[in-house]
């Protein structure tokens, strides 16, 4: 950033004034903005050219489906799920958003993975455009997303205070045919270096993977709850 003031200053052939340091901090302010989504492509080109990577996807992905598999506990999938995505991404925060939809809202309930979440529980607009995203499924949506792009801008400030202190990196979608049942949330990696685009592959995959062994655990939630409501009329 200091390095595109420094050629504004030196390129403009004039004496420095206030307009040559208002255009110097314009230039700056897109470097940042943009400095992101070049590091993700300058990366992601870097990695398909050295065939470098921290994990077999196809591996990871293998692994994932086969721990899974036979899960009914909403508990023990979150702890299962997030721990091998842990292991493969070498991140250290993760958790299994629950959503119930009504015609006016939605409700969030947040089962932790690993890491300290203490956000249980929360409410999100049946006309959020982070809910809309998550609705489409196309591709996991980053927390950069969220804070930059405009079309999240309308998002009320309570869903962004509630997402920024889950302090999560990326968030895929989990649908069962249509409908939104759950989102899975990953923090940063360990290392401090940012998501490939082949972790985000490999995690909307994943998230496919999730959806029908979810709907069933939620089922077999539901119907446990049931029988304790049941047994405690009795």
């Known amino acids: 950033i200091f390095a595109g003031m420094w050629v504004v200053l030196t390129t403009s052939q004039q004496q420095v004034s206030f307009s040559t340091v208002i255009v110097a901090v314009i230039a ?88 300290t ?32 792009l405009p079309e999240f801008r309308s998002a009320s400030v309570k869903e962004r205070t509630w997402l920024h202190s889950l302090d999560m990196e990326i968030y895929v979608p989990i649908l069962s045919g249509s409908v939104l049942i759950g989102v899975l949330a990953v923090g940063r990696r360990e290392s401090g270096e940012p998501h490939t685009a082949q972790d985000l592959d490999v995690l909307m995959t994943v998230g496919n993977q999730t959806a029908v062994v979810l709907q069933n655990a939620r089922l077999v939630n539901d119907l446990k709850t049931a029988n304790r409501s049941i047994t405690r009329l009795n």
């Open 117 to 148: 979440l203490p956000i249980e529980r929360a409410e999100m607009q049946a006309d959020s455009p982070i809910l809309a995203a998550w609705r489409l499924g196309q591709h996991p949506l980053t927390q950069y997303d969220i804070d930059v």
């Open 28 to 115: 700056a302010a897109l470097l940042a903005i943009f400095q992101q989504p070049l590091r993700q492509g300058l990366q992601h080109l870097i990695d398909r050219v050295t065939n470098r990577g921290h994990y077999n996807p196809a591996r990871a992905l293998r692994d994932y489906g086969d721990a899974i598999n036979n899960i009914l506990e909403l508990e023990t999938l979150v702890t299962v799920a997030v721990g091998i995505i842990a292991d493969a991404l070498d991140v250290r925060r993760g958790a299994l958003l629950l959503l119930t939809e009504h015609d006016d809202h939605a409700d969030v309930q947040l089962l932790p993975g690993m890491g």
